[in-house]
């Protein structure tokens, strides 16, 4: 009795201690929480007194801010009450406008619309693209920038303003009388069956009430004889955590937990489970991603991984393992905050970059060496860490340097690709489906004699590695040695505007083909033409048409050990995580 009560004498010791130094600590880090506002708010009352210039308020101070949130994390957000509505739109995928997308053209050192959206003010009142805007009711908008232009585009639903614009195609001014409307951007921009009942499905986003535009496409194309379907959440940047959970929900059965949350706070601690029963369990799926699929959409194509739902085929996804709410602030403002991490049905996280809050924010990426394996629910190995990696990898076709200065619109720009489609579009009022359109060599042909008329140039990745390899050389003492080579390297490297355009021919035929096809038939017709071209596309079909493969992508390895695991998330988090969600 004398041993036990000892022991209990030594634990009560024990547990006292510890609670006295975690008061202790607790009083120090509020002292110092107390100690560094005072300090802040003395010294912005000495500079407002005395400095010699009288100070923006708002600049300073909102600069402060934005200073201390750098040191956490890319997500942590302070919108002030005139950059709210874009965290709304952020949220929402809603504004109040004419709908159209806009940007700067160098050349002409103004402000042109580039595409208006399908079924939108701009598109239903006659804008195309091409129109140089010139003013937006009595304001001109000469020489002012995409921001600037797009904030006088903006407005309440249902006001009513004059646009004034210059058409290039007909070389005269026009105006048109616009009424503003709250515009939904599409969350799925295109969905449709293809050749062999393969269906096809676009989500760009994970806006709010996403997931019931999902379940009207897939039911649709079930109708229309979809067998497979292709979920396409390449560049997706994710959204709402809710919606992935819905969206999975219809492919895996009820009572499934998907996502847990785990943060400082008990209340950022959550379990996400499917709550419906789903509209089809067994159709084969493959999920497309990229390095831009993240947060919620690396939820939907990671779940769907883990209970071997789907096949994931693509590169790498982006690596967001962390939760975002948005707090009300005072004076209309509002913080957006990283209040946890989350864990997907095999337990791990997959945030892929540690942010090391001690030096300013300094981040790593974290190292395959130091990652966990997981299992999904048939046994095969996963791992945390590094955001989604695909079942099936494959890299699409990269574009080339000359694609991308051509299509750019940079200060030395000679617009010279915007110029040429804005010909094409002038003298051909319709053109062929957007399924199979491409345009044809003989157009090729002109437009290279365009580019070539025009002056364009372009900085050479060869010439560039090549001029770094000669100053390397020099400083290592090997060039004079090596000169006579480099001489032939450098001649054999030696600029030729027409070679390279040949070269990329087809590539460039794709991105003038892209753009031609979204002028006429929206966003809609430009993915449904991308498909003629996707070879990550173009894979998937092949796996859902071969049943084989497709079963044998999602089981273990071989030489892997088969165990059925039940689709659980066990979180592991260390003693001082526990202790602060008790």
């Not at 965290?87 to 050349?107: E, H, T």
Request: charged share 25%; glycine share 8%; hydrophobic share 35%.
């Amino acid at each position: 009795m004398r041993k036990l009560f000892l022991a209990f004498g030594l634990w009560l010791l024990t547990f006292s201690g510890s609670v006295m130094a975690q008061s202790t600590a607790e009083k120090e880090h509020n002292f110092k929480v107390a100690k560094n506002l005072e300090t802040f708010s003395a010294i912005y009352k000495y500079l407002d007194l005395m400095y010699v210039d009288s100070l923006n308020a708002d600049e300073v101070i909102g600069t402060g801010i934005n200073y201390m949130l750098r040191s956490l994390d890319p997500y942590t957000i302070y919108y002030p009450e005139e950059k709210v509505k874009d965290l709304d739109l952020m949220i929402s995928g809603k504004y109040a406008g004419v709908g159209a997308l806009i940007r700067y053209n160098f050349l002409l050192k103004n402000t042109v619309i580039d595409e208006p959206y399908e079924n939108m003010p701009a598109a239903e009142v006659g804008l195309k693209k091409g129109d140089v805007i010139l003013a937006i009711g009595d304001s001109s908008m000469v020489g002012k920038d995409v921001a600037y232009v797009s904030n006088h585009l903006r407005g309440d639903a249902g006001t009513t303003f004059i646009l004034t614009i210059q058409r290039p195609s007909v070389n005269k001014k026009m105006k048109f009388k616009i009424t503003r409307r709250s515009i939904q951007l599409p969350a799925v921009p295109y969905y449709g069956v293809q050749d062999g009942g393969v269906g096809y499905l676009n989500l760009n986003s994970f806006t709010m009430g996403c997931a019931k535009d999902v379940r009207r496409a897939f039911l649709d194309m079930k109708k229309q004889g979809m067998t497979s379907l292709v979920f396409d959440l390449r560049n997706n940047g994710g959204g709402s955590l809710q919606e992935a959970v819905n969206i999975v929900n219809m492919f895996v059965p009820k009572g499934i937990t998907l996502v847990k949350t785990v943060g400082k706070m008990e209340r950022a601690n959550k379990e996400y489970k499917t709550t419906v029963e789903p509209i089809d369990t067994v159709m084969p799926i493959v999920v497309l991603v990229n390095d831009e699929t993240a947060s919620a959409s690396e939820i939907t194509s990671g779940s769907l991984q883990d209970l071997d739902r789907a096949v994931v085929l693509g590169t790498r996804t982006y690596g967001k393992g962390l939760v975002q709410v948005s707090m009300d602030l005072p004076y209309n403002g509002n913080l957006k905050l990283t209040s946890s991490k989350y864990y997907i049905p095999s337990g791990r996280c997959i945030q892929a970059i540690n942010y090391k809050h001690a030096n300013g924010g300094y981040t790593e990426h974290v190292p395959d060496s130091l990652t966990h394996v997981f299992h999904t629910a048939n046994g095969r190995e996963v791992r945390d860490g590094g955001g989604i990696k695909p079942d099936v990898e494959m890299r699409p076709d990269s574009l080339p340097n000359i694609a991308f200065y051509l299509a750019s619109s940079g200060r030395d720009s000679t617009e010279v690709m915007w110029n040429w489609e804005l010909q094409y579009l002038k003298k051909h009022p319709t053109i062929g489906p957007a399924k199979t359109f491409v345009i044809s060599d003989a157009d090729f042909e002109d437009f290279k004699q365009a580019v070539l008329k025009s002056g364009f140039k372009y900085d050479r990745e060869s010439k560039k590695y090549l001029e770094n390899l000669v100053k390397l050389a020099k400083f290592e003492g090997y060039y004079d040695d090596a000169k006579g080579e480099f001489d032939a390297l450098e001649k054999k490297l030696n600029h030729n505007l027409a070679k390279d355009l040949d070269y990329n021919k087809q590539t460039l035929k794709k991105v003038l083909t892209s753009d031609l096809v979204s002028a006429y038939y929206y966003q809609k017709g430009s993915l449904e033409n991308s498909l003629q071209f996707d070879k990550q596309w173009k894979k998937a079909v092949e796996i859902l048409k071969n049943p084989a493969e497709y079963k044998k992508l999602l089981q273990p390895a071989v030489g892997q050990p088969w165990v059925k695991l039940e689709p659980a998330i066990n979180v592991a988090v260390d003693k001082k995580q526990k202790s602060k969600m008790k």
